[in-house]
């Protein structure tokens, strides 16, 4: 099925001199396989490289932005950065899953919308950006997608820790997450946590896991409490 792939390219702010590349980029092993195209001509090659890339040009940025901080922290942010749940949320923000080539059967099952496949098509453009345009072009793209929402993207993995230690500062402090299945098929649930703090609801997340749907309400709650 052919993808309009203009469109992505506008959404994202980069146009390539290979289309190609982008095309590749987009294509899951399960439509390769399907296809009878060679292991080498899905997205994985360009999501190895893209993954090299986004390290780098994140690291280079925390270098930069933070002179005084030592190593350990430096590697610190960035895995809170560079991690699926993050790098989905990144993908959902171009609406990356409309335009990705699936074997039908990882369609039918909701594919376009599982985080890994997700996340490694996002690193799949990274890395097809960086062999079109270079390493700047492949920043740009990252200073805009990933490093242009730092704040929300660190909320992911750092927001149970912040309202854990918020929680702390009252000896008598109770934190709870309740969180349920809710609508989807058994290969493709979806979750709903609510988080109380002293047995009152704060609020709710969502995700396709326990893990993701508390770390989305964890993420909902600093932003309540104003705690970044």
Not at 10 to 23: E, K, M, N, S, V
Not at 102 to 117: A, M, N, Q, V
Not at 139 to 153: H, K, W
Not at 170 to 198: C, Q, W
Request: overall charge negative.
């Amino acid at each position: 099925m052919e993808k309009d792939i203009n469109r992505l390219e506008d959404t994202i702010g980069y146009h390539f001199r290979d289309d190609a590349l982008l095309r590749q980029a987009l294509i899951h092993p399960s439509y390769s396989g399907e296809m009878k195209l060679q292991r080498y001509e899905s997205n994985q090659r360009l999501e190895f490289l893209g993954d090299a890339v986004l390290e780098l040009a994140v690291s280079e940025y925390l270098y930069n932005v933070h002179p005084m901080v030592e190593e350990g922290e430096l590697t610190r942010k960035r895995s809170s950065l560079v991690f699926e749940a993050a790098l989905e949320v990144c993908a959902r923000s171009i609406g990356l899953g409309n335009y990705l080539y699936l074997g039908r059967g990882e369609d039918i099952s909701l594919g376009r919308e599982k985080p890994s496949i997700l996340s490694d098509a996002f690193e799949a453009v990274i890395g097809a950006i960086y062999v079109d345009g270079g390493f700047d072009a492949a920043c740009t793209f990252i200073d805009r997608f990933v490093i242009g929402q730092i704040d929300e993207l660190a909320l992911l993995k750092d927001g149970k820790s912040l309202i854990q230690e918020y929680v702390q500062r009252s000896n008598d402090g109770v934190l709870e997450y309740r969180t349920d299945a809710i609508a989807g098929p058994d290969h493709m649930k979806n979750f709903r946590s609510e988080l109380f703090i002293n047995h009152e609801l704060v609020t709710d997340g969502y995700g396709h896991s326990k893990k993701n749907a508390e770390q989305d309400a964890a993420r909902k709650a600093c932003r309540l409490l104003n705690l970044v």
